[in-house]
Nanobody, 124 residues
Framework: QVRLVESGGGLVQAGGFLRLSCAAS????????LGWFRQTPGEDREFVAA????????SYADSVKGRFTISRDNAKNTVYLQMDSVKPEDTAVYYC?????????????????WGQGTQVTVSS
């Protein structure tokens, strides 16, 4: 079992920045991929970014490419999402997720474990 706990959400003005953290505990797989998704009311969960646990491979949604950066600290079992130049449309609940697959995947069904989510609100 893998437990994921997100933190760092909050209210930020458009053009500002925010950093989300996701601490993993329990059984952590050295070959897992970790990802960030987001969801707004009435919408499906949307892929944001992903990173392989033991390699440098990353992937981003087009809507955040160039503004968001995913990184990880293996010693701390933590994954980060640096959100720069945020926009009102980035407002959502952000979820951290872990996949048993060792490769990058953008499909939410490929992720086995999910955090509880953290709210990010961007004001205009």
């Amino acid at each position: 079992q893998v437990r994921l706990v997100e933190s760092g959400g909050g209210l930020v003005q458009a053009g500002g920045f925010l950093r989300l953290s996701c601490a993993a505990s329990g059984r952590t797989f050295s070959s897992n991929t970790l990802g960030w998704f987001r969801q707004t009311p009435g919408e499906d969960r949307e892929f944001v970014a992903a990173i392989t646990w033991n390699g440098p491979s990353t992937s981003y949604a087009d809507s955040v490419k160039g503004r968001f950066t995913i990184s990880r600290d293996n010693a701390k079992n933590t994954v980060y999402l640096q959100m720069d130049s945020v926009k009102p449309e980035d407002t959502a609940v952000y979820y951290c997720a872990a996949s048993a697959r060792p490769w990058i995947t953008r499909v939410s069904a490929d992720y086995n474990y999910w955090g509880q989510g953290t709210q990010v609100t961007v004001s205009s």
